[in-house]
């Protein structure tokens, strides 16, 4: 994994992701630890990519696009910025890193019948994407330590499959 002159792939879903950070707000520490499953990272000439695929039910939302969805370009932030492992072991000894000289992410919008590629989003991570990563992952800490309030979305699509019914800002 250290040796940035070869070149490595894993199989779709072969490695799991593990995002952790230490966070403090005054006297309010915080561990967030986010967990998944990357659909497919690499290393090519010392790169490190990852690339999620997705299958939207429309696919018109896509046409005009030129930059991904913002909760989109934060997974693929999330799985770059993670250490991985191929047991799916929550154990952090269980974890590796994979070196690199910079990181790339792809964001691959397919069809869901014919499996072909529509539109795909792809980028470095920049400083500019680094802030965003970290301005997004403190959000969420003072979200959970109660010190924010949550900014509804209002689009009534994202409240329909929401797996929260019972939501106080559900819209119906």
Same mark, same amino acid.
């Given at each position: 994994?250290?040796?940035?002159t070869?070149?490595?792939?894993?199989?779709?879903?072969?490695?799991?992701?593990?995002?952790?950070?230490?966070?403090?707000?005054?006297?309010?520490?915080?561990?967030?630890?986010?967990?998944?499953?990357?659909?497919?990272?690499?290393?090519?000439?010392g790169?490190?990519?990852?690339e999620d695929?997705?299958y939207?039910?429309?696919?018109?939302?896509y046409?005009?696009k030129?930059e991904?969805?913002?909760?989109? *370009?934060?997974?693929? /932030? =999330?799985? @770059?910025?993670?250490?991985?492992? %191929?047991?799916?072991?929550?154990?952090?000894?269980?974890?590796?890193?994979?070196?690199?000289?910079?990181?790339a992410?792809?964001?691959?919008?397919?069809?869901?019948?014919?499996?072909q590629s529509?539109k795909?989003?792809?980028?470095?991570?920049?400083?500019?994407?680094?802030?965003?990563?970290?301005?997004k992952? *403190?959000?969420?800490? /003072? =979200?959970? @330590?109660?010190?924010?309030?949550? %900014?509804?979305?209002?689009?009534?699509?994202?409240?329909?499959?929401?797996?929260?019914?019972?939501?106080?800002?559900?819209?119906?």
């Open positions: 994994m250290k040796d940035l070869k070149d490595i792939e894993y199989a779709r879903e072969g490695l799991f992701t593990r995002f952790q950070r230490e966070l403090s707000f005054g006297k309010d520490k915080l561990s967030i630890l986010l967990y998944g499953r990357a659909d497919k990272v690499m290393r090519s000439k790169t490190l990519i990852v695929s997705k939207p039910a429309s696919k018109d939302k046409l005009g030129y991904p969805f913002d909760d989109q *370009k934060l997974q693929t /932030l =999330l799985y @770059l910025n993670s250490s991985y492992s %191929e047991s799916g072991s929550l154990d952090p000894t269980d974890g590796f890193d994979i070196s690199c000289e910079k990181r992410w792809i964001i691959n919008i397919k069809d869901k019948a014919s499996l529509l795909i989003f792809q980028g470095f991570q920049t400083d500019e994407a680094e802030d965003f990563l970290n301005e992952v *403190k959000r969420f800490a /003072l =979200l959970a @330590l109660g010190k924010v309030e949550p %900014e509804h979305h209002n689009n009534i699509r994202k409240c329909q499959s929401c797996r929260f019914k019972d939501c106080e800002y559900s819209i119906n």
